[in-house]
């Protein structure tokens, strides 16, 4: 008799846990939030580029930072990667991240810093893209802090 209190007792408390407690969501992943460092835009010229050895060096999928390119997420958009000019190099470093202003040329977003261009170009930004070319001039670029979740 005893047993089976205990036993109709457990099964209420296991009953009424399972509706009063609710287990946590899980937390959908967020963008982490951009806030501006208080500088000067940069006007540059952008290009974009590909991962071929035409328009790179001998290793078109290895970046100046020894950073390997997957294909795959660069041509799902996931990768948003670019090069600068070497005179550049002063006012940013690799790991950096930039923000390109939307325009006509469809490559606005926040880019990271993975890569250098050849020496004879200035004041010059190069998007890392899948497949496609391009030349805008006059592109204002920040710098831009990310917060880490």
Avoid: C
């Amino acid at each position: 008799m005893f047993n089976k209190l205990v036993k109709i007792y457990i099964g209420i408390f296991i009953f009424s846990v399972a509706f009063i407690w609710k287990a946590p969501k899980p937390k959908k992943y967020t963008e982490p939030i951009l806030d501006p460092i208080p500088e000067e835009e940069l006007e540059v010229t952008m290009t974009v580029y590909n991962p071929v050895s035409s328009q790179t060096d001998s290793t078109p999928l290895i970046t100046a930072d020894n950073s390997t390119i997957s294909l795959e997420k660069l041509k799902s958009g996931e990768l948003k990667w670019i090069a600068i000019s070497r005179d550049l190099l002063e006012t940013f470093s690799f790991g950096e991240k930039i923000v390109i202003p939307p325009g006509r040329h469809g490559l606005g977003g926040v880019y990271e810093i993975h890569d250098l261009m050849n020496s004879r170009f200035t004041k010059r930004i190069d998007v890392l893209v899948y497949s496609g070319m391009g030349k805008y001039e006059g592109i204002k670029i920040k710098r831009y802090e990310y917060e880490k979740f």
